[in-house]
């Protein structure tokens, strides 16, 4: 595709609920990253992948937290027993190299109520 | 820790007014530096970085910034502002020598007047 496609754009849960966000990044591109945007803040650091393996996962919150990428491509971001402190808008994004620059996706916006 | 601070969090501007947009970085060794920006309904966009070299950076759209280590600061600037630039702006520092691990600051949210 043109750019990175996050899907679904926006996900309403119930507390206590499991969901899966899905970030397909740009064809080639080997490095893929995760980003938390709350309301009000700039876009915090959750993990970057490069190819299949994630390279740095350190800014996962905890352990409800887990982020896959299992053929170097498509990425999924999981997150059990969501609690309404996970509301915000997940970015992804994705670059030929590290050195290369990173392209946003619009992102998908996680309420859970 | 690494930190960024963009010190205003609303900014108005005249259309065909300068530009200065504020960043302070927080960061031991050389930084990588970079300004977003993020307009409704569109994901964020690299405005320009800098990596290393001459310390004032020729982005898109018109704008620069200038890195000034002594000040810790990469301010953003155009000499005249359009009403297609209101939006929200990003500065961040790179901690690991690229993008893989961004630390961004809270925002400056600029508002264009006619």
């Known amino acids: 595709g043109a750019g990175v496609s996050q899907t679904p754009s926006n996900k309403v849960t119930e507390k206590g609920k499991y969901v899966e966000l899905r970030c397909d990044p740009i064809?080639?591109?080997?490095?893929l990253y995760w980003y938390r945007q709350s309301l009000g803040q700039g876009p915090e650091f959750l993990i970057y992948?490069?190819?299949?393996?994630?390279?740095?996962d350190s800014g996962l919150p905890n352990d409800r937290f887990f982020a896959v990428r299992p053929e170097g491509s498509v990425s999924t971001l999981k997150i059990q027993r969501t609690e309404r402190g996970d509301s915000a808008v997940y970015l992804c994004?994705?670059?030929?190299?590290?050195?290369?620059?990173?392209?946003f996706g619009q992102g998908t916006r996680l309420t859970v109520v | 820790a690494q930190s960024v601070t963009q010190p205003d969090i609303h900014i108005t501007v005249s259309e065909g007014a300068s530009l200065e947009l504020r960043c302070n970085y927080s960061?031991?060794?050389?930084?990588?530096l970079f300004w977003y920006v993020q307009s409704p309904g569109q994901g964020l966009q690299l405005l320009l970085k800098?990596?290393?070299?001459?310390?004032l950076v020729q982005g898109i759209k018109g704008f620069e910034a200038e890195f000034k280590r002594s000040q810790s600061s990469f301010n953003l600037r155009k000499p005249s502002v359009h009403w297609s630039d209101a939006a929200e702006y990003f500065c961040?520092?790179?901690?690991?020598?690229?993008?893989?691990?961004?630390?961004f600051g809270t925002g400056t949210r600029l508002l264009v007047s006619p």
């Open positions: 994004a994705s670059s030929l190299t590290f050195t290369a620059e990173a392209f």
């Open positions: 800098y990596f290393s070299g001459d310390t």
């Open positions: 992948f490069q190819g299949t393996g994630a390279a740095d």
């Open positions: 960061y031991g060794a050389t930084p990588y």
């Open positions: 064809s080639g591109h080997t490095a």
């Open positions: 961040a520092v790179g901690v690991t020598g690229g993008f893989q691990k961004l630390v």
